[in-house]
C-alpha cells in the first residue's frame, strides 16, 4: 500500500481573498437576522391577535343607565336607558337577569341603540315579576362584571305575568321559570 496521510495532519485550505470570507460570514448573519425578524414578527402577531398591549376596553358607567317598568302593553316590559345616544362598546353589553338568562344589548335594542325593552316575551329572559332582579353586564377582555343592576319593586298584575308566559311558550323561549 502506498503512504497515506494520516488524521489532523491534513489543513483545510482557508479562504483566500476577503471576499470569500465576507461571502461566508454574510450568508450567516443574514440567516440569524432572518430567524430574528420572524421571531419578532410572530411575538408581534401574537399581541396583536391576544389584545395585549392593546387599549383598555372603555366600559360604560353605571350611573349612565336607568330602569322604569312599562306596564303600558298587554306584556308587561323593563326598558332600559342609557343617558348618552351612543354607547362605548356596546357589542360588549348584555342584559342579564336573576336566573343567569342573557341577552346582547344590541339582540334587544330599539331604535338608536341607546334602550333597551325586555318582558321575557320574545327573549331568552324569565317573564317579569316582582323582586326579580336584572343587571346590565360589561364582558370585557381583561375584567367582566356588573355595570348596573336593579330589582323590581312595584307589584306585577298577574294577567301580564300570564300573558308574557303564553307569549314565551308560544316562541319557545324560556319565559318564567
Known amino acids: ?41 410572530a411575538v408581534v402577531g401574537g399581541l396583536v391577535a391576544s389584545g395585549v398591549g392593546g387599549e383598555p376596553l372603555q366600559r360604560p358607567p353605571g350611573d349612565a343607565f336607568s330602569f322604569q317598568i312599562n306596564t303600558s302593553q298587554n306584556v308587561t316590559q323593563l326598558e332600559v336607558r342609557y343617558a348618552e345616544e351612543s354607547i362605548p362598546n356596546v357589542d360588549r353589553l348584555y342584559v342579564v337577569d336573576g336566573d343567569g338568562n342573557r341577552v346582547a344589548w344590541t339582540a334587544a335594542s330599539a331604535g338608536s341603540g341607546a ?46 305575568v300570564n300573558a308574557c308566559l303564553s307569549a314565551a311558550a308560544e316562541t319557545e323561549t324560556p319565559g318564567f321559570g
Open 1 to 41: 500500500m502506498g503512504a497515506e496521510e494520516p488524521f489532523g495532519d491534513r489543513e483545510e485550505e482557508e479562504p483566500g481573498s476577503f471576499f470569500e470570507r465576507f461571502r461566508t460570514v454574510f450568508s450567516l448573519v443574514a440567516t440569524v437576522a432572518l430567524l430574528v425578524a420572524a421571531a419578532g414578527a
Open 115 to 160: 334602550v333597551v325593552r325586555v318582558s321575557g316575551a320574545d327573549s331568552d329572559l324569565s317573564c317579569l315579576r316582582q323582586g326579580d332582579s336584572y343587571r346590565i353586564v360589561f364582558d370585557g377582555r381583561a375584567t367582566s362584571g356588573t355595570i348596573a343592576a336593579y330589582q323590581i319593586a312595584d307589584p306585577i298584575p298577574p294577567e301580564q
